[in-house]
């Protein structure tokens, strides 16, 4: 007899696949055992359940058969009962992971809505043994490549640039809050609350000081892990980089931040912390500096902080934090620039000429200023990069003279400007106004060291020291730069401040201590006759410096970068030291008296043939990951081999 039970949406699909929706029709319901069955005799059960009396008493199995309908419908009822417990489940572990702020669990359940839908609506189970291609068109919902939609503009101009006659809108399938709820550090159990809040106060209260503020006066732990979980990597790998306590989870949060950065790569869903994040990591971390002040610039240009620069003359402060971000953006694409000997991808544009015009609107404040002098600064560097890019085999040519003295009065110019503006910080003390001077000293040796450019040995089967003649136009401009690397050292050696700010301080000053004493053991032992110079002093110098730089890694985290480029610089100088003095005099080098003293060195200077030109600033050629480098590093075999990329 039909019964008009309502039956479960799983039931109804699998009578639908057989081709008729209607209940079995049984005509004799078996009650009988298997074994009573075979016997031909009663079977007699209580309340109409096995087992039955005489199974029971003989202790022999009891099954009733019952017909294929009825197991495969009881089949499907138990696997939707299942199914609905599960769903319960699930429903009380996103509620818990609600309460306990765990995006990352809610993820797993995003889709439990839409699975409700499906059940609740009857929606066909595919049965055992159909196809699964019908169900799989029907039921699967495709990728999110209909996530963006393409939408004309109306508010398009004429004058307008060519691609903003179409405009990028979220469309049904893309989720706002898809951002809140990425998983972060502290999300996944990879650090602590607890130790989130010191490296984020750690970098907060002193390293962010050092870079002009990135984060801003409203940054705090819980609004980044919000926002982007990116920057909260990139925050508490630098803390932990420069914690004393907690240094052991550097590795675990640059671990968190590669992977970040690496899935994140092509993502068209950034923000402008996701910027400062990268901006922090390109400035501070030896192993993704030039990565990610790459990516920096492209999502910046993506948001377009550049064209915030227009609202933020006229009082806007949302333009003004954005224009404010591209010039942190600018300023890192440069230093990682310089340092890898590689074009910078910001160029000046109104945003960068107008830097000075910042300082005048109502929100600008005291970080502002330091941070439009570096503005400054480094676009003289890139000026000098774009003139005499990276061919370090070609001298500098008489044509090219005019060109270098307007960049040297340019820095005079800019070290004028600044070096009387800045008055003692809160936070980092007279480092604002010291800074000046090592930058301009650094843009200094790097401007002059063209000078050294096209000074080879004589080619030959066994090597000797350059000894080719400068240019007497370059006489000048050689002895500067020996005299700016020595005062960068000098300040090192005799300002305990900056001693003190040494694990703080950006990679930009890491790779100026090391680029000076590279410079000035190469130019006393490569290039003894071409400028005259004091020998001892200059040893002296680096000497002091490497002694500084041992006191300092020893309170430095394992994986700074100075803690490897300390004991490099001293098995340098001790080369160095080892080679028998090449001059007349004591302590001053000059050029060769004779071939035959020339001869009589070859052997001693050996070891210095790999130096090649130094003012090929890529330091990470032959060492990709500075993080790794041992105690044995050369650096000869960096400065010879490097090449721009």
């Known amino acids: 007899m039909e019964s008009n039970a309502p039956c479960l949406p799983g039931v109804a699909a699998l009578r639908e696949s057989f081709g008729d929706g209607k209940p079995p029709e049984i005509s004799r319901r078996i009650t009988a055992c298997v074994a009573c069955r075979r016997q031909k005799i009663k079977c007699h059960m209580t309340n109409g359940k096995a087992p039955c009396a005489r199974c029971k008493k003989r202790s022999l199995p009891c099954t009733v058969n019952r017909s294929l309908q009825m197991l495969l419908e009881d089949d499907?009822?138990?696997?939707?009962?299942?199914?609905?417990?599960?769903?319960?489940?699930?429903?009380?572990?996103?509620?818990?992971?609600?309460?306990?702020?765990?995006?990352?669990?809610?993820?797993?359940?995003?889709?439990?809505?839409?699975?409700?839908?499906?059940?609740?609506?009857?929606?066909?189970?595919?049965?055992?043994?159909?196809?699964?291609?019908?169900?799989?068109?029907?039921?699967?919902?495709?990728?999110?490549?209909?996530?963006?939609?393409?939408?004309?503009?109306?508010?398009?101009?004429?004058?307008?640039?060519?691609?903003?006659?179409?405009?990028?809108?979220?469309?049904?399938?893309?989720?706002?809050?898809?951002?809140s709820r990425k998983p972060h550090l502290v999300s996944k159990g990879l650090i602590s609350l607890e130790e989130a809040r010191v490296l984020f106060a750690v970098y907060q209260d002193r390293l962010d000081h050092l870079l002009y503020r990135i984060l801003g006066d409203d940054a705090s732990l819980e609004a980044a892990m919000e926002s982007s979980p990116l920057l909260t990597a990139a925050v508490c790998t630098v803390g932990a980089l420069h914690s004393a306590q907690l240094g052991h989870l550097y590795d675990a949060c640059l671990a968190e931040l590669k992977m970040l950065f690496t899935t994140g790569s092509l993502s068209r869903q950034h923000n402008t912390d996701d910027v400062r994040g990268l901006c922090i990591g390109g400035f501070w971390l030896s192993s993704l500096s030039w990565a990610s002040s790459g990516s920096a610039v492209r999502i910046a240009s993506e948001i377009q902080l550049h064209h915030a620069i227009y609202k933020a003359l006229e009082g806007d402060r949302d333009a003004y934090l954005k224009t404010r971000l591209y010039y942190h953006v600018y300023v890192c694409d440069h230093h990682t620039s310089v340092l890898y000997g590689r074009p910078p991808m910001s160029h000046e544009c109104v945003s960068i000429n107008s830097a000075a015009a910042l300082l005048e609107t109502e929100h600008a404040v005291e970080d502002d200023v330091r941070l439009v002098s570096q503005v400054k600064i480094w676009s003289v560097y890139g000026a000098i990069f774009d003139c005499f890019g990276t061919e370090t085999a070609k001298p500098v040519s008489p044509s090219q003279m005019p060109q270098l003295r307007r960049f040297a009065i340019a820095l005079d110019t800019w070290h004028a400007d600044w070096r009387e503006r800045f008055r003692p910080h809160e936070k980092v003390g007279n480092y604002p106004a010291k800074g000046v001077g090592l930058h301009f000293n650094f843009a200094k040796l790097y401007l002059c060291s063209h000078a050294f450019r096209g000074l080879h040995a004589e080619p030959g089967p066994e090597p000797e020291p350059a000894s080719t003649p400068l240019a007497p136009e370059l006489h000048e401009v050689a002895n500067t730069a020996v005299v700016c690397a020595a005062s960068i050292l000098g300040a090192l050696n005799a300002d305990q401040e900056v001693q003190l700010l040494l694990n703080g301080l950006s990679l930009c000053f890491d790779m100026m201590i090391t680029f000076a004493v590279v410079f000035l053991l190469k130019v006393v032992t490569k290039y003894p006759g071409t400028i005259w110079m004091d020998k001892a002093r200059i040893l002296d110098l680096v000497s002091q410096t490497v002694c500084i730089l041992d006191r300092g890694a020893a309170l430095m985290n394992q994986r700074h970068l100075l803690v490897s480029v300390g004991p490099a610089l001293r098995k340098l100088l001790q080369k160095v030291q080892e080679t028998p003095s090449t001059a007349s005099e004591p302590g001053v080098g000059h050029a060769p008296s004779s071939r035959d003293a020339s001869v009589s060195r070859r052997s001693e200077m050996d070891w210095v043939q790999n130096f090649g030109s130094f003012e090929d600033f890529d330091f990470y050629a032959m060492l990709p990951d500075p993080n790794s480098w041992s105690v044995d590093l050369d650096f000869g075999g960096v400065l010879d081999h490097a090449h721009p990329q």
């Open 76 to 179: 499907i009822s138990w696997k939707q009962a299942v199914g609905q417990r599960v769903q319960r489940l699930e429903h009380a572990i996103g509620a818990v992971a609600k309460k306990l702020d765990m995006p990352e669990l809610r993820e797993l359940f995003g889709e439990q809505a839409e699975l409700s839908a499906m059940l609740g609506h009857g929606q066909r189970t595919t049965p055992a043994g159909s196809s699964s291609s019908n169900s799989s068109s029907s039921h699967v919902d495709p990728l999110p490549d209909h996530s963006w939609q393409i939408t004309v503009d109306p508010q398009c101009e004429p004058s307008s640039m060519p691609a903003s006659c179409i405009a990028q809108v979220p469309g049904a399938g893309a989720s706002a809050g898809n951002a």
